[in-house]
């Protein structure tokens, strides 16, 4: 069974970065490519970063370009998503998720975690 232990939001002020971790187990992560998606109250969910399976390739969307980084440690079968000047508009559920298309015609495509709450709010 797939499972996507994602952890690390929290309630921070604009400007704060914070790290995101997803531990995953069930499968064979390093074989894996590995998304983060965010869902932000009312709102669809937003593919906002991609990782290749080896960590080589990467992509952030433009709406957090510049400001976010999504890494993996194949070690310890864990992705990061790291935050840096958070705005009040990134405040949303994150999961993480398996492969590099899990949003599909505006829903859940594949494996997703159970999601973490990043609040951004002076």
């Known amino acids: 069974e797939v499972q996507l232990q994602a952890s690390g939001g929290g309630l921070v002020r604009p400007g704060d970065s914070l790290r995101l971790s997803c531990v995953a187990s069930g499968f064979t992560f390093g074989k894996s490519d590995m998304s983060w998606v965010r869902q932000a109250p009312g709102k669809g969910p937003e593919q906002i970063a991609g990782i290749s399976r080896d960590g080589r390739g990467s992509f952030t969307s433009d709406s957090v370009d510049g400001r976010f980084a999504i890494s993996r440690d194949n070690a310890k079968s864990t992705l990061y998503l790291q935050m840096n000047n958070l705005k009040p508009e990134d405040t949303a559920v994150y999961y993480c998720?398996?492969?590099?298309?899990?949003?599909?015609?505006?829903?859940?495509?594949?494996?997703w975690g159970q999601g973490t709450l990043v609040t951004v709010s002076s």
């Open positions: 998720a398996v492969g590099l298309h899990p949003v599909v015609d505006g829903g859940k495509n594949g494996a």
